[in-house]
């Protein structure tokens, strides 16, 4: 998970590139990067370790010129957090010179290894799979030229065939020198892009491609559609939109754990409400919890802030109990689930959490959480109710467990990380210290997302094992599994 934007403007671009990075910080806290282009093809990159308040002053700021550009925030799912050389954006000097960012995980990258410096004679120079995208990128627009100048429909024969070589989860934006930008999604749009343009009175167009649409809204463009999967968009130049389907085959079905956890609430992805969707996630869980719980014996409904707090107010309505908040959140600490290292991870969930023992003393508790990944943070979190006073603490996730590793673009590679492989929903209570636990279903978490929509499926590969790519094997999960743990 990571979160990119790419933007056509009118004038300089970069202060409004690092305005929706700093909206899209929640997608990535590992490092951050903005790269310009000046009409005459000039490059200008500035990438840094951190957040992106850390990472750009003033100095750097101006240094980023040109009226086109992108930026990106990391979360590391492939290579070394703690790697400036992995930070994104990559640059390839040639055909005309390639800036990339990307959003995904591809799942074939040992092949492609092989392949770029066998045949295609390329170098990599880290383990990162955006550095292997805009190579692939690189030599398939390198075969596609002909002629003196570059056209679109070479761009976007040169996508078709990144479709045919790669595999996994990929939104990509990309900046060609004196050419323009280009953007493109996977063929099952597992990842989310989405389209945005500013209308001027003298009829010239200003564009933004994006992971969320709260980017969009933020900044007052109108939101044109998302990408649709396997397809292409070029805006050249003098501000023209040109658009192709590149893939033979297209499936649109996005992860579903951006509804559950990853994008921010006041989002829409693929025509579906984040924050409708939780909603709805709330309401079937509530059914759930009522066939498996005493519900008469609960005293109050909490959410572990922040993104439970629409399940947790639904299952407290549907319920007919109390709904508190019994945790105070410090908004300063990053995102516990997408910090590296299980060390940090644990140290975090203190500093980032106070439970007040004015809502806990003498009640039974009820715990409503999006989700339970690893259970480091929820153990933690369920041991600071009771140390608070609560007399009994229940946990309740408003997704499913997760018993498979997912490997589109969240770091959940290893089964043996994951609190709910292999154990029983018991075993899980008992692991993390819970009276009693309940998971929503499968087909509820579903149904939750897509009910309204135009869609009918989702990536949901975390929960049930299905990956919709339909290339991911035994032997690659367990090559991810072991490339990680040695």
């Not at 990067?33 to 750097?60: C, L, N, W, Y």
């Not at 059914?287 to 005493?294: G, M, Q, R, W």
């Not at 407290?316 to 995102?335: P, T």
Request: proline share 4%; hydrophobic share 40%; charged share 25%.
């Amino acid at each position: 998970m990571c979160g990119i934007v790419g933007m056509m403007g009118r004038g300089s671009v970069n202060q409004e590139i690092y305005d929706s990075l700093l909206l899209l910080q929640h997608r990535g806290q590992d490092s951050t990067g903005i790269a310009t282009a000046e009409p005459s093809g000039v490059f200008h990159v500035h990438k840094e370790r951190g957040q992106v308040r850390e990472a750009f002053r003033t100095r750097d700021m101006r240094v980023l010129l040109g009226n086109i550009g992108l930026g990106h925030v990391r979360y590391a799912t492939k290579g070394t957090a703690s790697s400036e050389e992995e930070a994104q954006p990559f640059y390839v000097n040639a055909p005309y010179g390639i800036v990339l960012v990307h959003n995904g995980n591809l799942t074939n990258t040992r092949e492609l290894t092989e392949v770029l410096f066998r045949k295609d004679r390329r170098h990599l120079n880290t383990t990162s799979d955006t550095e292997l995208l805009v190579n692939v990128l690189a030599n398939e627009l390198q075969a596609s030229i002909s002629g003196d100048e570059l056209v679109p429909e070479q761009l976007f024969d040169a996508v078709a065939r990144v479709h045919d070589r790669v595999e996994g989860s990929y939104a990509a934006i990309a900046l060609i020198a004196g050419y323009g930008l280009l953007a493109f999604r996977d063929p099952f749009g597992i990842r989310p892009l989405i389209l945005g343009t500013r209308k001027h009175e003298d009829g010239t167009y200003e564009w933004v491609v994006t992971s969320e649409s709260l980017v969009l809204e933020n900044g007052e463009f109108e939101v044109v559609r998302d990408v649709l999967p396997g397809e292409a968009i070029f805006v050249d130049l003098e501000g023209n939109l040109h658009t192709m389907q590149c893939a033979q085959e297209t499936q649109l079905a996005p992860c579903s754990f951006e509804y559950v956890y990853l994008a921010r609430p006041d989002s829409i992805m693929n025509g579906i409400s984040v924050y409708e969707a939780r909603l709805r996630m709330g309401e079937r869980l509530a059914d759930t919890i009522a066939k498996h719980s005493p519900v008469d014996e609960i005293d109050v409904v909490m959410p572990i802030p922040d993104s439970s707090r629409p399940a947790a107010m639904q299952v407290a309505r549907k319920l007919g109990i109390e709904y508190r908040e019994g945790f105070y959140k410090n908004r300063y600490v990053g995102r516990t689930f997408i910090m590296p290292g299980h060390a940090v991870r644990k140290k975090s969930v203190r500093q980032k959490l106070n439970a007040m023992s004015s809502e806990f003393k003498g009640k039974n508790v009820l715990l409503i959480d999006d989700s339970i990944v690893r259970g480091t943070t929820s153990k933690e979190i369920i041991q600071m109710a009771r140390d608070a006073g609560a007399k009994s603490v229940a946990f309740a996730s408003a997704a499913p467990p997760v018993r498979f590793p997912h490997v589109y673009g969240i770091n959940m590679p290893s089964r043996h990380e994951l609190v709910a492989h292999g154990r029983t929903i018991p075993e899980i209570a008992a692991e993390l210290g819970a009276d009693y636990m309940v998971y929503q279903e499968v087909e509820d978490l579903k149904a939750a997302i897509l009910e309204g929509s135009d869609l009918d499926d989702l990536d949901m590969s975390c929960f049930d094992g299905r990956y919709v790519t339909g290339t991911v094997s035994d032997e690659y999960l367990a090559w991810v599994e072991g490339s990680q743990e040695s």
